[in-house]
Protein backbone atom coordinates (compact mmCIF):
# COMPACT_ATOMS: atom_id res chain seq x y z
CA UNK A 1 0.00 0.00 0.00
CA UNK A 2 1.53 3.44 -0.68
CA UNK A 3 2.64 5.12 2.08
CA UNK A 4 1.00 9.24 2.21
CA UNK A 5 3.77 11.31 3.45
CA UNK A 6 3.41 13.62 6.48
CA UNK A 7 3.69 16.64 5.78
CA UNK A 8 5.71 19.10 7.42
CA UNK A 9 4.65 22.56 6.02
CA UNK A 10 2.85 24.18 8.62
CA UNK A 11 0.80 26.19 6.42
CA UNK A 12 -0.75 22.70 5.50
CA UNK A 13 -0.85 21.57 9.28
CA UNK A 14 -4.35 21.47 11.41
CA UNK A 15 -4.22 23.62 14.94
CA UNK A 16 -3.71 20.23 16.55
CA UNK A 17 -0.90 18.68 14.08
CA UNK A 18 0.15 22.12 14.71
CA UNK A 19 0.67 22.25 18.65
CA UNK A 20 2.02 18.77 18.44
CA UNK A 21 5.10 19.91 16.14
CA UNK A 22 5.56 22.84 18.50
CA UNK A 23 5.84 20.41 21.33
CA UNK A 24 8.31 18.42 19.42
CA UNK A 25 10.12 20.93 18.27
CA UNK A 26 10.50 22.19 22.07
CA UNK A 27 11.34 18.36 23.67
CA UNK A 28 14.59 18.16 21.26
CA UNK A 29 15.36 22.04 22.31
CA UNK A 30 15.45 21.49 25.46
CA UNK A 31 17.22 17.45 25.22
CA UNK A 32 19.65 19.13 23.20
CA UNK A 33 20.69 22.23 26.00
CA UNK A 34 20.53 19.84 28.39
CA UNK A 35 23.29 17.17 26.63
CA UNK A 36 25.63 20.54 25.54
CA UNK A 37 25.42 20.94 29.49
CA UNK A 38 26.80 17.54 30.63
CA UNK A 39 30.23 17.27 30.83
CA UNK A 40 32.44 15.14 28.44
CA UNK A 41 32.03 11.26 28.63
CA UNK A 42 34.81 9.82 30.60
CA UNK A 43 36.48 6.96 28.78
CA UNK A 44 36.65 4.11 31.73
CA UNK A 45 39.37 1.37 31.37
CA UNK A 46 36.80 -1.52 32.42
CA UNK A 47 39.49 -3.86 32.46
CA UNK A 48 40.95 -3.00 36.00
CA UNK A 49 37.15 -3.88 37.23
CA UNK A 50 37.75 -7.76 35.80
CA UNK A 51 37.50 -9.60 39.06
CA UNK A 52 34.42 -7.30 39.92
CA UNK A 53 31.96 -7.62 36.62
CA UNK A 54 31.96 -8.51 32.69
CA UNK A 55 30.85 -11.28 30.83
CA UNK A 56 31.22 -15.05 31.57
CA UNK A 57 33.87 -16.90 29.12
CA UNK A 58 31.27 -18.89 27.01
CA UNK A 59 33.05 -22.27 28.59
CA UNK A 60 34.16 -22.16 32.09
CA UNK A 61 37.49 -23.21 32.94
CA UNK A 62 37.69 -26.71 35.15
CA UNK A 63 37.74 -26.43 38.72
CA UNK A 64 41.15 -26.83 40.41
CA UNK A 65 39.35 -27.28 43.85
CA UNK A 66 36.26 -27.61 45.62
CA UNK A 67 36.55 -24.27 47.31
CA UNK A 68 36.07 -22.74 43.54
CA UNK A 69 32.39 -24.53 43.70
CA UNK A 70 29.86 -21.95 43.21
CA UNK A 71 26.40 -22.69 45.72
CA UNK A 72 23.51 -21.29 43.36
CA UNK A 73 20.59 -20.47 45.68
CA UNK A 74 17.46 -20.23 44.19
CA UNK A 75 15.23 -16.95 43.76
CA UNK A 76 12.18 -18.29 46.10
CA UNK A 77 15.01 -19.56 48.68
CA UNK A 78 15.98 -15.74 49.23
CA UNK A 79 14.27 -15.13 52.39
CA UNK A 80 15.50 -12.73 55.81
CA UNK A 81 16.84 -16.02 57.29
CA UNK A 82 19.60 -15.41 55.09
CA UNK A 83 20.32 -11.86 55.95
CA UNK A 84 23.98 -11.28 56.03
CA UNK A 85 24.69 -14.31 53.74
CA UNK A 86 26.68 -14.26 50.62
CA UNK A 87 24.70 -16.29 48.04
CA UNK A 88 25.56 -16.71 44.23
CA UNK A 89 22.48 -16.38 41.99
CA UNK A 90 21.10 -16.74 38.78
CA UNK A 91 18.38 -14.96 37.00
CA UNK A 92 17.16 -13.31 34.65
CA UNK A 93 17.16 -9.15 34.29
CA UNK A 94 13.35 -8.96 34.36
CA UNK A 95 13.28 -4.78 34.58
CA UNK A 96 16.14 -2.38 35.15
CA UNK A 97 16.09 0.94 36.63
CA UNK A 98 19.16 3.74 36.61
CA UNK A 99 17.92 5.86 39.69
CA UNK A 100 20.19 9.04 39.48
CA UNK A 101 24.09 8.81 39.45
CA UNK A 102 25.47 5.67 41.25
CA UNK A 103 22.32 3.41 41.97
CA UNK A 104 20.67 1.14 39.97
CA UNK A 105 17.21 -1.65 40.66
CA UNK A 106 16.96 -4.70 39.21
CA UNK A 107 14.25 -7.07 39.03
CA UNK A 108 15.86 -10.27 39.05
CA UNK A 109 13.43 -13.81 37.81
CA UNK A 110 13.70 -17.44 37.73
CA UNK A 111 10.52 -18.97 36.66
CA UNK A 112 8.05 -16.91 38.81
CA UNK A 113 10.34 -15.94 41.37
CA UNK A 114 12.07 -12.03 41.78
CA UNK A 115 14.28 -10.63 44.38
CA UNK A 116 15.35 -6.77 43.80
CA UNK A 117 18.87 -6.60 43.27
CA UNK A 118 20.39 -3.35 44.57
CA UNK A 119 23.32 -1.87 42.95
CA UNK A 120 24.87 1.50 44.74
CA UNK A 121 28.40 2.70 43.85
CA UNK A 122 30.20 3.39 47.71
CA UNK A 123 33.06 5.68 48.21
CA UNK A 124 35.36 2.78 49.54
CA UNK A 125 35.44 1.70 45.63
CA UNK A 126 33.93 -2.16 46.73
CA UNK A 127 30.80 -0.87 43.90
CA UNK A 128 32.24 1.30 41.75
CA UNK A 129 30.28 3.54 40.21
CA UNK A 130 31.41 1.77 36.92
CA UNK A 131 29.93 -1.33 37.68
CA UNK A 132 26.54 0.55 38.21
CA UNK A 133 26.72 2.47 34.92
CA UNK A 134 27.55 -1.36 33.05
CA UNK A 135 24.80 -3.40 35.24
CA UNK A 136 22.14 -0.58 34.64
CA UNK A 137 22.87 -0.95 30.76
CA UNK A 138 22.31 -4.63 30.56
CA UNK A 139 19.35 -5.38 28.30
CA UNK A 140 16.50 -6.83 29.82
CA UNK A 141 16.07 -10.52 29.68
CA UNK A 142 19.32 -10.97 29.92
CA UNK A 143 20.89 -14.03 32.05
CA UNK A 144 23.39 -12.78 34.69
CA UNK A 145 25.05 -14.48 38.03
CA UNK A 146 25.29 -12.05 41.01
CA UNK A 147 27.53 -12.93 43.77
CA UNK A 148 25.72 -10.76 46.59
CA UNK A 149 24.73 -9.90 50.29
CA UNK A 150 21.27 -10.56 51.12
CA UNK A 151 19.73 -7.74 53.16
CA UNK A 152 16.68 -7.62 54.91
CA UNK A 153 14.91 -4.33 54.12
CA UNK A 154 12.81 -2.39 56.32
CA UNK A 155 9.86 -2.32 54.14
CA UNK A 156 8.13 -4.88 51.91
CA UNK A 157 8.99 -4.83 48.38
CA UNK A 158 5.75 -4.87 46.82
CA UNK A 159 6.71 -5.41 43.52
CA UNK A 160 9.01 -8.87 43.43
CA UNK A 161 7.90 -12.05 45.24
CA UNK A 162 10.97 -12.11 47.95
CA UNK A 163 9.70 -9.24 49.94
CA UNK A 164 11.44 -9.04 52.94
CA UNK A 165 14.77 -8.98 51.10
CA UNK A 166 17.39 -7.70 48.47
CA UNK A 167 20.80 -8.33 47.03
CA UNK A 168 23.81 -6.00 46.80
CA UNK A 169 26.30 -7.32 44.53
CA UNK A 170 29.46 -7.85 45.03
CA UNK A 171 30.36 -9.13 41.62
CA UNK A 172 28.07 -9.83 38.84
CA UNK A 173 28.68 -11.41 35.41
CA UNK A 174 26.55 -11.82 31.88
CA UNK A 175 25.85 -15.31 31.46
CA UNK A 176 24.23 -14.95 28.10
CA UNK A 177 22.96 -11.58 26.71
CA UNK A 178 20.54 -10.58 24.56
CA UNK A 179 20.93 -9.98 21.44
CA UNK A 180 18.25 -8.71 19.23
CA UNK A 181 15.20 -6.58 19.80
CA UNK A 182 12.22 -8.57 22.07
CA UNK A 183 9.72 -8.80 19.89
CA UNK A 184 7.40 -8.71 23.29
CA UNK A 185 7.90 -8.07 27.20
CA UNK A 186 7.93 -10.61 29.28
CA UNK A 187 6.25 -7.96 31.53
CA UNK A 188 3.63 -7.65 28.79
CA UNK A 189 2.54 -10.80 28.63
CA UNK A 190 1.99 -11.00 31.91
CA UNK A 191 -0.44 -8.65 32.25
CA UNK A 192 -3.47 -9.91 34.45
CA UNK A 193 -6.72 -11.15 32.14
CA UNK A 194 -9.08 -9.15 34.10
CA UNK A 195 -7.13 -5.82 33.45
CA UNK A 196 -7.10 -6.73 29.77
CA UNK A 197 -10.65 -7.27 29.62
CA UNK A 198 -11.77 -4.11 31.38
CA UNK A 199 -9.21 -2.22 29.10
CA UNK A 200 -10.61 -4.01 25.94
CA UNK A 201 -14.57 -3.00 27.25
CA UNK A 202 -12.97 0.52 27.42
CA UNK A 203 -12.09 0.95 24.21
CA UNK A 204 -15.00 -0.09 22.44
CA UNK A 205 -16.93 2.44 24.31
CA UNK A 206 -14.56 4.94 23.92
CA UNK A 207 -14.38 3.85 19.95
CA UNK A 208 -18.58 3.85 19.99
CA UNK A 209 -18.41 7.24 21.01
CA UNK A 210 -15.71 8.41 18.87
CA UNK A 211 -17.66 7.73 15.88
CA UNK A 212 -20.72 9.52 16.79
CA UNK A 213 -18.98 12.46 17.51
CA UNK A 214 -17.16 12.11 14.01
CA UNK A 215 -20.31 11.33 12.34
CA UNK A 216 -22.05 14.21 14.23
CA UNK A 217 -19.25 16.81 13.12
CA UNK A 218 -19.29 15.35 9.56
CA UNK A 219 -23.10 16.06 9.69
CA UNK A 220 -22.41 19.71 11.00
CA UNK A 221 -19.78 20.01 8.26
CA UNK A 222 -21.99 19.05 5.26
CA UNK A 223 -25.12 20.25 6.84
CA UNK A 224 -24.66 24.19 8.09
CA UNK A 225 -21.13 25.64 7.14
CA UNK A 226 -22.44 29.13 8.95
CA UNK A 227 -22.62 27.18 12.19
CA UNK A 228 -18.91 27.70 13.30
CA UNK A 229 -19.58 27.43 16.97
CA UNK A 230 -21.02 24.53 16.81
CA UNK A 231 -18.23 22.80 14.26
CA UNK A 232 -15.31 23.62 16.90
CA UNK A 233 -17.76 22.69 20.13
CA UNK A 234 -17.84 19.58 17.60
CA UNK A 235 -13.85 18.57 16.92
CA UNK A 236 -13.12 19.66 20.49
CA UNK A 237 -15.52 16.87 21.37
CA UNK A 238 -13.53 14.54 18.55
CA UNK A 239 -9.92 15.63 20.01
CA UNK A 240 -10.92 15.05 23.66
CA UNK A 241 -12.62 11.58 22.93
CA UNK A 242 -9.21 10.69 20.89
CA UNK A 243 -7.35 11.81 23.02
CA UNK A 244 -8.72 9.92 26.51
CA UNK A 245 -8.54 6.92 24.08
CA UNK A 246 -4.74 7.26 23.48
CA UNK A 247 -5.01 7.51 27.21
CA UNK A 248 -7.04 4.47 27.71
CA UNK A 249 -4.79 1.98 26.67
CA UNK A 250 -2.26 1.75 29.06
CA UNK A 251 -1.21 -1.99 28.87
CA UNK A 252 0.08 -3.57 26.20
CA UNK A 253 -2.56 -6.28 25.16
CA UNK A 254 -0.45 -9.16 23.13
CA UNK A 255 -2.64 -11.12 20.98
CA UNK A 256 -3.01 -15.06 20.64
CA UNK A 257 -0.69 -15.31 17.63
CA UNK A 258 2.19 -12.64 18.63
CA UNK A 259 2.20 -15.24 21.89
CA UNK A 260 2.47 -18.19 19.88
CA UNK A 261 5.19 -16.77 17.34
CA UNK A 262 7.45 -15.80 19.98
CA UNK A 263 6.49 -18.72 22.53
CA UNK A 264 9.91 -19.16 24.26
CA UNK A 265 9.29 -15.47 25.12
CA UNK A 266 5.62 -15.78 25.86
CA UNK A 267 6.66 -19.02 27.82
CA UNK A 268 8.56 -17.07 30.31
CA UNK A 269 5.62 -15.46 32.26
CA UNK A 270 5.10 -16.57 35.57
CA UNK A 271 1.43 -17.77 34.24
CA UNK A 272 2.80 -19.96 31.68
CA UNK A 273 5.52 -21.44 33.93
CA UNK A 274 3.11 -22.32 36.42
CA UNK A 275 0.73 -23.99 33.71
CA UNK A 276 3.51 -26.22 32.60
CA UNK A 277 3.94 -27.25 36.05
CA UNK A 278 0.41 -28.39 36.67
CA UNK A 279 0.62 -30.30 33.12
CA UNK A 280 3.57 -31.92 34.37
CA UNK A 281 1.90 -32.87 37.91
CA UNK A 282 -1.02 -34.18 36.15
CA UNK A 283 0.79 -36.30 33.71
CA UNK A 284 3.29 -37.05 37.16
CA UNK A 285 -0.38 -37.74 38.99
CA UNK A 286 -2.19 -40.09 36.18
CA UNK A 287 0.95 -42.30 36.15
CA UNK A 288 1.08 -42.66 39.85
CA UNK A 289 -2.55 -43.74 40.44
CA UNK A 290 -2.38 -46.39 37.49
CA UNK A 291 0.75 -47.82 38.46
CA UNK A 292 -0.87 -48.16 41.84
CA UNK A 293 -3.57 -49.76 40.05
CA UNK A 294 -1.43 -52.22 38.76
CA UNK A 295 -1.46 -50.44 35.40
CA UNK A 296 1.52 -50.45 33.49
CA UNK A 297 2.69 -47.83 31.04
CA UNK A 298 3.60 -48.97 27.19
CA UNK A 299 4.52 -47.20 23.99
CA UNK A 300 2.99 -48.10 20.73
CA UNK A 301 3.88 -46.85 17.72
CA UNK A 302 2.81 -43.42 15.96
CA UNK A 303 3.73 -44.42 12.13
CA UNK A 304 1.37 -46.96 11.00
CA UNK A 305 0.34 -48.87 7.78
CA UNK A 306 -3.49 -48.29 7.58
CA UNK A 307 -5.78 -45.51 8.58
CA UNK A 308 -6.79 -47.47 11.29
CA UNK A 309 -9.64 -46.55 12.76
CA UNK A 310 -11.48 -46.02 9.06
CA UNK A 311 -11.81 -42.42 9.65
CA UNK A 312 -10.17 -39.26 7.27
CA UNK A 313 -8.63 -37.63 10.04
CA UNK A 314 -5.32 -39.41 9.34
CA UNK A 315 -2.15 -37.58 7.83
CA UNK A 316 -0.51 -39.22 5.47
CA UNK A 317 3.51 -39.08 5.25
CA UNK A 318 5.80 -40.64 2.74
CA UNK A 319 7.74 -43.89 4.05
CA UNK A 320 9.91 -44.91 1.46
CA UNK A 321 8.28 -46.01 -1.32
CA UNK A 322 4.63 -46.36 0.20
CA UNK A 323 2.52 -44.07 2.57
CA UNK A 324 2.52 -44.50 6.33
CA UNK A 325 -0.09 -42.64 8.63
CA UNK A 326 0.59 -41.19 11.70
CA UNK A 327 -1.28 -42.74 14.41
CA UNK A 328 -4.71 -40.80 15.31
CA UNK A 329 -5.24 -42.89 18.68
CA UNK A 330 -3.13 -45.67 20.00
CA UNK A 331 -6.89 -47.59 19.94
CA UNK A 332 -5.95 -50.76 18.31
CA UNK A 333 -2.37 -51.39 19.57
CA UNK A 334 -3.31 -50.80 23.17
CA UNK A 335 -6.79 -53.52 22.89
CA UNK A 336 -4.19 -55.87 21.32
CA UNK A 337 -1.74 -55.66 24.52
CA UNK A 338 -4.56 -56.43 26.47
CA UNK A 339 -4.82 -59.72 24.00
CA UNK A 340 -1.60 -60.33 24.47
CA UNK A 341 -2.25 -60.52 28.27
CA UNK A 342 -1.29 -57.10 29.66
CA UNK A 343 -4.29 -56.98 31.77
CA UNK A 344 -3.84 -52.99 32.67
CA UNK A 345 -2.19 -50.72 30.93
CA UNK A 346 -2.16 -47.01 29.70
CA UNK A 347 0.20 -44.83 27.38
CA UNK A 348 1.14 -41.19 27.35
CA UNK A 349 1.85 -39.99 23.66
CA UNK A 350 1.19 -38.00 20.80
CA UNK A 351 -2.20 -38.28 18.93
CA UNK A 352 -2.23 -37.10 15.65
CA UNK A 353 -5.67 -35.66 13.94
CA UNK A 354 -6.20 -34.18 10.34
CA UNK A 355 -9.27 -32.32 11.24
CA UNK A 356 -9.38 -28.68 10.06
CA UNK A 357 -11.29 -27.73 12.65
CA UNK A 358 -10.38 -24.31 14.23
CA UNK A 359 -11.89 -24.03 17.62
CA UNK A 360 -10.70 -23.23 20.67
CA UNK A 361 -10.04 -27.07 22.08
CA UNK A 362 -8.75 -28.92 18.88
CA UNK A 363 -5.71 -29.16 17.58
CA UNK A 364 -3.99 -31.06 15.00
CA UNK A 365 -1.47 -32.85 17.63
CA UNK A 366 -2.33 -33.29 21.21
CA UNK A 367 -1.18 -35.49 23.67
CA UNK A 368 -2.97 -38.91 24.66
CA UNK A 369 -3.00 -40.38 27.65
CA UNK A 370 -5.00 -43.76 26.99
CA UNK A 371 -6.16 -46.67 29.32
CA UNK A 372 -7.25 -49.87 28.50
CA UNK A 373 -7.95 -52.44 30.80
CA UNK A 374 -9.77 -55.62 31.51
CA UNK A 375 -12.97 -56.04 32.63
CA UNK A 376 -14.33 -59.11 35.10
CA UNK A 377 -17.81 -58.32 35.93
CA UNK A 378 -19.24 -55.13 34.12
CA UNK A 379 -17.70 -52.31 32.09
CA UNK A 380 -17.85 -49.96 34.93
CA UNK A 381 -15.14 -50.92 36.48
CA UNK A 382 -13.22 -48.65 33.58
CA UNK A 383 -15.74 -45.68 34.78
CA UNK A 384 -14.54 -46.51 38.45
CA UNK A 385 -11.17 -46.44 37.25
CA UNK A 386 -11.06 -43.45 35.99
CA UNK A 387 -13.41 -41.77 37.80
CA UNK A 388 -10.78 -42.13 40.58
CA UNK A 389 -7.95 -41.31 38.78
CA UNK A 390 -9.33 -38.09 37.81
CA UNK A 391 -10.56 -37.03 41.35
CA UNK A 392 -7.16 -38.04 43.35
CA UNK A 393 -4.93 -35.92 40.56
CA UNK A 394 -7.61 -33.13 41.34
CA UNK A 395 -6.98 -33.46 45.01
CA UNK A 396 -2.78 -34.10 44.24
CA UNK A 397 -2.67 -30.87 43.06
CA UNK A 398 -4.70 -29.11 45.06
CA UNK A 399 -2.56 -30.22 47.46
CA UNK A 400 0.65 -29.33 46.14
CA UNK A 401 0.18 -27.02 43.74
CA UNK A 402 -1.41 -24.15 45.40
CA UNK A 403 1.18 -21.41 44.68
CA UNK A 404 0.95 -22.62 40.80
CA UNK A 405 -2.59 -22.29 40.96
CA UNK A 406 -2.76 -18.55 43.00
CA UNK A 407 0.20 -17.94 40.26
CA UNK A 408 -2.21 -18.74 37.16
CA UNK A 409 -5.01 -17.13 38.88
CA UNK A 410 -3.25 -13.78 38.89
CA UNK A 411 -3.33 -14.19 35.29
CA UNK A 412 -6.15 -15.93 34.09
CA UNK A 413 -8.31 -15.39 36.82
CA UNK A 414 -10.69 -18.88 37.39
CA UNK A 415 -13.09 -21.05 40.08
CA UNK A 416 -11.59 -23.86 41.44
CA UNK A 417 -13.16 -26.74 40.01
CA UNK A 418 -15.76 -28.99 42.14
CA UNK A 419 -16.03 -32.08 42.28
CA UNK A 420 -17.83 -35.23 44.45
CA UNK A 421 -16.48 -38.23 45.63
CA UNK A 422 -18.66 -40.10 44.25
CA UNK A 423 -18.57 -38.23 40.51
CA UNK A 424 -22.15 -38.92 39.09
CA UNK A 425 -22.74 -41.09 36.33
CA UNK A 426 -26.00 -39.67 33.78
CA UNK A 427 -27.45 -41.75 30.86
CA UNK A 428 -27.70 -39.94 27.73
CA UNK A 429 -31.63 -39.96 27.40
CA UNK A 430 -31.30 -38.19 30.82
CA UNK A 431 -29.42 -35.59 30.02
CA UNK A 432 -31.58 -35.19 26.66
CA UNK A 433 -34.48 -34.79 28.79
CA UNK A 434 -32.55 -32.20 31.16
CA UNK A 435 -32.02 -30.31 27.63
CA UNK A 436 -35.21 -30.80 26.37
CA UNK A 437 -36.77 -29.16 29.71
CA UNK A 438 -34.42 -26.42 29.14
CA UNK A 439 -35.99 -25.75 26.03
CA UNK A 440 -33.50 -27.24 23.74
CA UNK A 441 -34.72 -29.07 20.89
CA UNK A 442 -33.04 -32.42 20.48
CA UNK A 443 -33.73 -35.49 19.62
CA UNK A 444 -32.70 -38.94 21.71
CA UNK A 445 -30.21 -40.03 18.81
CA UNK A 446 -28.58 -36.51 18.31
CA UNK A 447 -25.28 -35.58 19.42
CA UNK A 448 -24.46 -32.86 21.41
CA UNK A 449 -22.99 -29.73 19.88
CA UNK A 450 -20.27 -27.55 21.75
CA UNK A 451 -22.87 -25.09 23.38
CA UNK A 452 -25.46 -27.60 24.16
CA UNK A 453 -22.42 -29.84 26.37
CA UNK A 454 -21.70 -26.06 27.54
CA UNK A 455 -25.12 -25.74 28.43
CA UNK A 456 -25.53 -29.05 29.96
CA UNK A 457 -22.44 -28.37 31.89
CA UNK A 458 -24.38 -25.36 33.69
CA UNK A 459 -27.64 -27.79 34.21
CA UNK A 460 -25.28 -29.99 35.87
CA UNK A 461 -23.71 -27.66 38.26
CA UNK A 462 -27.04 -25.90 39.62
CA UNK A 463 -28.41 -29.58 40.25
CA UNK A 464 -25.09 -31.78 41.42
CA UNK A 465 -22.55 -28.91 42.57
CA UNK A 466 -19.92 -30.56 40.35
CA UNK A 467 -17.67 -29.82 37.42
CA UNK A 468 -16.64 -33.26 36.98
CA UNK A 469 -19.25 -35.92 35.48
CA UNK A 470 -19.76 -38.86 33.57
CA UNK A 471 -22.16 -39.66 30.64
CA UNK A 472 -22.72 -43.27 30.17
CA UNK A 473 -24.22 -45.67 27.17
CA UNK A 474 -24.23 -43.17 24.56
CA UNK A 475 -26.12 -43.91 21.48
CA UNK A 476 -24.71 -46.28 19.33
CA UNK A 477 -24.82 -44.66 16.00
CA UNK A 478 -22.47 -41.81 17.26
CA UNK A 479 -19.44 -44.43 18.66
CA UNK A 480 -17.18 -46.09 17.21
CA UNK A 481 -17.87 -49.59 15.25
CA UNK A 482 -15.73 -51.12 18.02
CA UNK A 483 -17.99 -50.31 20.79
CA UNK A 484 -19.42 -53.12 22.86
CA UNK A 485 -23.68 -52.36 21.90
CA UNK A 486 -25.75 -52.09 24.91
CA UNK A 487 -27.33 -55.83 25.71
CA UNK A 488 -30.69 -54.18 26.62
CA UNK A 489 -30.97 -52.04 24.00
CA UNK A 490 -28.80 -52.23 20.71
CA UNK A 491 -29.57 -48.70 20.06
CA UNK A 492 -27.15 -47.60 22.35
CA UNK A 493 -23.70 -48.56 23.83
CA UNK A 494 -21.78 -49.47 26.55
CA UNK A 495 -19.88 -45.80 26.01
CA UNK A 496 -19.27 -42.87 27.83
CA UNK A 497 -17.71 -39.02 28.23
CA UNK A 498 -16.67 -37.44 31.13
CA UNK A 499 -16.49 -33.69 31.47
CA UNK A 500 -15.26 -30.83 33.14
CA UNK A 501 -17.02 -27.69 33.43
CA UNK A 502 -19.26 -28.83 30.56
CA UNK A 503 -16.32 -30.15 27.94
CA UNK A 504 -15.35 -33.19 26.85
CA UNK A 505 -12.24 -34.41 28.18
CA UNK A 506 -12.59 -38.20 27.92
CA UNK A 507 -14.08 -40.80 26.10
CA UNK A 508 -14.23 -44.70 26.34
CA UNK A 509 -16.33 -48.07 26.45
CA UNK A 510 -16.63 -51.63 26.57
CA UNK A 511 -14.61 -52.66 22.94
CA UNK A 512 -15.87 -55.64 20.85
CA UNK A 513 -14.15 -58.87 21.92
CA UNK A 514 -15.99 -61.14 19.84
CA UNK A 515 -13.91 -61.03 16.30
CA UNK A 516 -17.12 -62.16 14.22
CA UNK A 517 -19.09 -59.38 16.00
CA UNK A 518 -16.17 -56.98 15.38
CA UNK A 519 -16.17 -57.59 11.90
CA UNK A 520 -19.47 -57.26 11.34
CA UNK A 521 -19.59 -54.10 12.86
CA UNK A 522 -16.92 -53.07 10.83
CA UNK A 523 -18.57 -54.10 7.73
CA UNK A 524 -21.83 -51.77 8.67
CA UNK A 525 -19.33 -48.96 9.01
CA UNK A 526 -17.46 -48.86 5.96
CA UNK A 527 -14.61 -50.32 7.76
CA UNK A 528 -12.85 -52.92 5.14
CA UNK A 529 -12.40 -55.91 7.42
CA UNK A 530 -8.67 -57.23 5.69
CA UNK A 531 -7.03 -53.20 6.22
CA UNK A 532 -7.64 -54.18 9.82
CA UNK A 533 -6.79 -57.74 10.22
CA UNK A 534 -4.24 -57.75 12.87
CA UNK A 535 -6.44 -56.37 14.85
CA UNK A 536 -9.07 -58.54 14.20
CA UNK A 537 -6.80 -61.19 14.50
CA UNK A 538 -5.83 -60.55 18.21
CA UNK A 539 -9.65 -61.85 19.32
CA UNK A 540 -9.62 -64.73 16.62
CA UNK A 541 -7.06 -65.70 19.29
CA UNK A 542 -8.87 -64.96 22.49
CA UNK A 543 -9.28 -62.05 24.36
CA UNK A 544 -11.04 -61.33 27.58
CA UNK A 545 -13.48 -58.86 27.44
CA UNK A 546 -12.15 -55.21 27.85
CA UNK A 547 -12.61 -51.66 27.88
CA UNK A 548 -10.83 -48.00 28.46
CA UNK A 549 -10.65 -44.60 27.93
CA UNK A 550 -8.39 -41.66 25.70
CA UNK A 551 -8.20 -38.25 27.28
CA UNK A 552 -6.87 -35.50 25.81
CA UNK A 553 -4.26 -34.19 28.45
CA UNK A 554 -4.39 -30.35 27.15
CA UNK A 555 -8.07 -30.35 27.56
CA UNK A 556 -7.64 -31.80 30.97
CA UNK A 557 -5.64 -29.09 32.14
CA UNK A 558 -7.23 -26.22 29.66
CA UNK A 559 -10.12 -27.38 31.77
CA UNK A 560 -9.47 -27.71 35.25
CA UNK A 561 -7.57 -24.49 35.14
CA UNK A 562 -10.80 -22.63 33.62
CA UNK A 563 -8.69 -21.41 30.50
CA UNK A 564 -10.14 -20.43 27.06
CA UNK A 565 -8.23 -22.08 24.78
CA UNK A 566 -5.93 -25.13 24.60
CA UNK A 567 -3.33 -23.37 22.81
CA UNK A 568 -2.49 -21.77 26.55
CA UNK A 569 -2.00 -25.87 28.14
CA UNK A 570 0.25 -26.54 24.37
CA UNK A 571 3.60 -25.62 25.02
CA UNK A 572 4.22 -25.55 21.33
CA UNK A 573 0.49 -25.92 19.53
CA UNK A 574 -0.03 -27.67 15.82
CA UNK A 575 -3.76 -26.41 14.30
CA UNK A 576 -4.48 -26.36 11.03
CA UNK A 577 -2.62 -22.78 10.36
CA UNK A 578 0.28 -23.39 12.88
CA UNK A 579 3.49 -25.79 12.10
CA UNK A 580 6.09 -23.19 13.81
CA UNK A 581 7.85 -22.65 15.71
P1 LIG B 1 -14.24 -34.02 20.16
O1 LIG B 1 -15.67 -34.50 20.20
O2 LIG B 1 -13.93 -32.99 21.18
O3 LIG B 1 -13.77 -33.67 18.79
P2 LIG B 1 -13.53 -36.77 20.05
O4 LIG B 1 -14.83 -37.34 20.45
O5 LIG B 1 -13.09 -36.83 18.63
O6 LIG B 1 -13.37 -35.27 20.61
P3 LIG B 1 -11.83 -38.81 21.02
O7 LIG B 1 -11.37 -39.22 19.68
O8 LIG B 1 -12.75 -39.72 21.71
O9 LIG B 1 -12.42 -37.37 20.97
O10 LIG B 1 -10.55 -38.47 21.91
C1 LIG B 1 -10.53 -38.57 23.30
C2 LIG B 1 -10.12 -37.28 23.94
O11 LIG B 1 -9.02 -36.70 23.27
C3 LIG B 1 -11.17 -36.19 23.90
O12 LIG B 1 -12.07 -36.33 24.97
C4 LIG B 1 -10.33 -34.95 24.06
O13 LIG B 1 -9.96 -34.74 25.41
C5 LIG B 1 -9.10 -35.30 23.29
N1 LIG B 1 -9.14 -34.78 21.92
C6 LIG B 1 -9.80 -35.31 20.88
N2 LIG B 1 -9.59 -34.61 19.76
C7 LIG B 1 -8.76 -33.61 20.11
C8 LIG B 1 -8.15 -32.54 19.39
N3 LIG B 1 -8.35 -32.39 18.08
N4 LIG B 1 -7.35 -31.68 20.06
C9 LIG B 1 -7.13 -31.84 21.37
N5 LIG B 1 -7.68 -32.82 22.11
C10 LIG B 1 -8.48 -33.69 21.49
Not at 7 to 26: F, I, V, Y
Not at 229 to 249: F, M, N, P
Not at 510 to 520: A, G, K
Request: hydrophobic content about 40%; some cysteine.
Amino acid sequence: MERREESTDPAKLSKKELNKLKAREKKAAAIAAKKAQEPPQQVVDLSKYSHLFGTRPLVEAPLKNSQERRVYVAIDQLTAKLHGSKVWVRGRIHRVRKAGSGMCFITLRQRWATVQVLAQADEEGNVPLAMVNWLSKIKPESIIDVYATVSRVQEKIESTSQQDVELKPITAWVVSGVRQTLPLRVQDASIPESLLEAQRRELVELDEKLKKAREQLEQLKVGSPSEEEAIQRAQKEVDLLTDTKGRAVKYVDVDQSTRLDNRIIDLRTAANQAIFAIQSATTAFFREYLISQSFIEIHTPKLVGEASEGGAEVFAVKYFERNAYLAQSPQFYKQMAIGADFDRVFEIGPVFRAERSDTPRHMTEFTGVDIEMQIYQHYHEVLTVLSNLFTYTFAKIEKHFAPELEIINQQYPFRPIKYLEETPILKYVEIIDLLRDAGVDIGYFDDLNAAQERMLGEIIYRKYQTDFYIIDKFPSQIRPFYSMACPEDPNYANAYDMFIRGEEMCSGAQRIHDPEMLTQRAIERGVDPPTIKNYIDTFCYGAPPHGGGGIGLERVVMLYLGLNNIRKTAMFPRDPYRLLP
